[in-house]
């Protein structure tokens, strides 16, 4: 049998290293973080339907949920956690799979606005609308 177009030939054989090639491994990511910062975990579709939970020292267990490439959680590192190599163990249900990763955590953590900061924020836009308001009537007036 011969193939009319070479094309033909790189096609069928992309498409059998397609089918030939694995799973994407699991995924812990970001890496690295630091303390406080989400971590999103996944399985990378090889679980399956069946279920898998991750299992940490940082976060203890998590179940994953069904998302839009396989099963997966967020989860936060807490505010504890010490600066280092920890392990992530992804299992699949029962019986099936079992996946490792780690996740470094160095040292800092996640900076953003706390419930003082945002009320002293509020406080000042209040002040600000207060002074412009009056300005303004002062104006109003001053102008009849």
Same mark, same amino acid.
């Given at each position: 049998?011969?193939?009319? /177009? ?9 498409? %059998?290293? !397609? ?7 699991? +995924? ?8 406080? &910062?989400?971590? /999103?975990? !996944? ?8 279920? $898998?939970?991750?299992?940490?020292? @940082? ?5 994953? =949920?069904?998302?839009? /490439? ?5 989860? +936060? ?8 190599? /920890?392990?992530?163990?992804? =299992? ?10 780690? @996740?470094?955590? +160095? +040292? ?8 003082? &900061?945002?009320? !002293?924020?509020? %406080? ?5 609308? !207060? ?8 104006? $109003?007036? $001053? =102008?009849?």
């Amino acid at each position: 049998m011969k193939l009319g /177009h070479p094309a033909v030939v790189a096609l069928l054989g992309a498409a %059998a290293l !397609g089918a030939a090639a694995p799973a994407a491994p699991a +995924r812990v990511e970001p890496d690295p973080v630091v303390a406080g &910062q989400r971590v /999103h975990l !996944g399985d990378g579709g090889r679980c399956g339907a069946g279920g $898998a939970r991750a299992v940490s020292t @940082l976060f203890g267990p998590v179940a994953l =949920r069904p998302g839009a /490439h396989g099963l997966a959680a967020d989860v +936060r590192v807490p505010e504890r956690a010490a600066p280092g190599r /920890h392990t992530v163990t992804i =299992r699949c249900a029962p019986g099936g799979e079992t996946f490792t990763e780690t @996740l470094t955590v +160095r +040292r800092g953590r996640v900076e953003g606005v706390d419930v003082p &900061q945002a009320a !002293g924020g509020l %406080a000042l836009l209040v002040l600000a609308g !207060g002074a412009a308001y009056l300005l303004r009537r002062r104006g $109003a007036a $001053a =102008r009849s």
